[in-house]
């Protein structure tokens, strides 16, 4: 069978049928950096940019890096102590069905995600991925009923 390809750049852009977002709380803190010049980061699904300015490098205690926009940081983020932070809101994530790569517009670049990962929407419907693998190590599903 062949893969079906599906665009999304926008949470409303997620086929009903892969089921609604499930909420999940993240069970870390995170530094964050400022980019040294223009800077790439290479992920599972392509390539993402942080300009000077513009973005923060997310930085993880193993050393994983990721660009943000700092106003979406600013939006989504709380300190949680010196030099550490705590994303406050839920992650909401939908996992792409079988045979399927989800063809995300980010809002840092273009990414291909393909089963078991996640499209994860952001607090205005911006859509980012998360892997499965990622996803069972730092975030715990809210159980069913909550907010």
């Known amino acids: 069978m062949s893969e079906q390809h599906m665009a999304i750049g926008h949470a409303s852009e997620i086929p009903p049928a ?6 999940a709380s993240r ?19 392509g390539e993402l940019k942080a300009e000077p300015g513009l973005d923060w490098v997310v930085v993880l205690d193993d050393g994983t890096a990721w660009p943000i926009k700092k106003d979406l940081f600013a939006r989504t983020y709380e300190a949680a102590g010196p030099g550490r932070y705590r994303k406050v ?14 063809l995300l517009a980010t809002l840092e670049g ?9 499209v994860a ?3 205005q419907g911006e859509v980012y991925a998360n892997a499965a693998d ?14």
Do not use: C, K, M
């Open 134 to 147: 990622w996803v069972r190590e730092h975030l715990v599903f809210d159980t069913v009923g909550s907010a």
């Open 27 to 45: 069970r870390f803190t995170v530094a964050i950096r400022e980019p040294s010049g223009e800077e790439t980061f290479r992920v599972a699904w």
């Open 18 to 23: 892969w089921g609604a977002p499930r909420t």
């Open 89 to 102: 809101e839920r992650s909401r994530l939908v996992q792409v069905p079988p045979d399927t790569v989800a």
């Open 121 to 123: 929407v952001g607090s």
């Open 110 to 118: 273009p990414l291909e995600v393909r089963h078991p990962d996640y």
